[in-house]
């Protein structure tokens, strides 16, 4: 894993943002660096909302039952919040439930889609856990798939926007969330997505979720994308948060560009060839740009490792990434073997039984 993946040191901005939230926990977030832009108590857990609601989405999504049948049950339809109106015993596509779900904020839905992926809303929550644990969301414990209130159902900021800079790597999961509206084939209307970001307020607006209880106030996560770079925003507890999203979206597109550090290929290192693994990407503002620095250090070799060295990107003496270098490219068979283990830790493939 190592070998493949470059590891991320995240610095937050220094530059006053010249921004203020309602929020009262806020961060921006670069979806493909994870850099955080902007933060206001954005590690803080606290009450999340239907914002639950992308967690439920991208677990039932890489579960691989999307065109299955899901027969409805009594507690499903008894969930008590926003519905979309199932009955008991209707057998409706999975794939229509995830659309009620992140569109209409189903909490019917979202017990149904628990009950058929997960085997019960119990079992359903234990791998919101896992997959939340696998991201890195340190700040957060699941309850429910729903987001009603519970004394040990919370999350961050920050990690509600890690969740959502991995959901919209998903194609179907950035599909439904983009969606202005969806019509079941159980249904003789559509559904229209609530949240107006998308709808109305914010044209490069890509996806996202609402929220709202009385103890959580309102919730929101978006994701927007503008001139080649993507930034996730995530607001709790925002009484204004059209407003507090639209002002960091601007803020951000403004005042970073997305900057190529290094390109995937073969380089030449006083003599050696070397293998760089990937491509780079990070969010600079002008003045880092200006500053950017990048030095390689080589390792010792010993043994059979195919580590030459890593390369540290800085900005004056503040680090931002760290990217390893490989001695040579290799076999393609050792990135398919990668890649198919990454797809089952995703979830996306089955293991081998």
């Known amino acids: 894993m190592t070998l493949l993946l470059p590891i991320f040191m995240v610095d937050k901005v220094k530059a006053n943002p010249n921004i203020s939230v309602s929020a009262e926990r806020a961060v921006l977030m670069d979806a493909e660096s994870g850099r955080v832009l902007y933060e206001k108590n954005a590690y803080d857990p606290t009450l999340i909302a239907s914002t639950t609601k992308i967690m439920t989405a991208i677990i039932a999504i890489e579960s691989g039952m999307m065109e299955e049948k899901v027969k409805v049950s009594k507690r499903a339809v008894y ?11 209707e057998k409706i596509p999975l794939k229509d439930l995830v659309y009620g779900l992140m569109l209409r904020s189903g909490n019917d839905s979202a017990v ?3 009950e058929h992926v997960g085997g019960s809303v119990e079992g359903f929550v234990q791998l919101m856990n896992e997959k939340a644990a696998w991201l890195g969301m340190n700040n957060s414990h699941f309850e429910n798939p729903h987001g009603l209130d519970g004394e040990t159902h919370y999350s961050s900021a920050y990690d509600l926007g890690l969740l959502m800079a991995y959901s919209m790597k998903n194609d179907t999961f950035r599909e439904v969330t983009g969606s202005e509206m969806y019509r079941s084939e159980n249904r003789e209307y559509s559904w229209k997505n609530k949240n107006k970001m998308l709808t109305q307020y914010y044209e490069p607006t890509n996806g996202g979720k609402t929220g709202f209880t009385k103890a959580a106030g309102r919730t929101l996560v978006t994701s927007a994308q503008k001139d080649g770079m993507e930034l996730i925003a995530v607001t709790l507890n925002a009484p204004d948060d059209w407003n507090d999203h639209t002002r960091m979206f601007e803020w951000g597109f403004s005042n970073f560009e997305t900057v190529k550090l290094q390109s995937e290929g073969t380089v030449e290192v006083n003599g050696k060839s070397l293998y760089i ?5 990070y969010p600079l503002t002008l003045s880092e740009k ?11 070799q010993q043994g059979e490792s195919n580590l030459a060295g890593v390369t540290y990107f800085m900005v004056g003496q503040t680090p931002l990434v760290e990217a390893p270098v490989w001695n040579e490219r290799p076999s393609q068979s050792f990135f398919s073997e990668v890649k198919n283990f990454l797809n089952r830790m995703m979830g996306v493939a089955p293991w081998s039984t």
Do not use: H, V
Not at 277 to 281: A, E, G, L, S
Not at 290 to 296: K, P, R, S
């Open 112 to 114: 149904a889609i628990a």
């Open 79 to 89: 969930t008590e919040g926003s519905s979309i109106y199932l009955t008991e015993k």
């Open 290 to 300: 200006e500053d950017l620095q990048a030095t390689f250090y080589r390792y010792d």
């Open 277 to 281: 693994p990937r491509d780079i990407y």
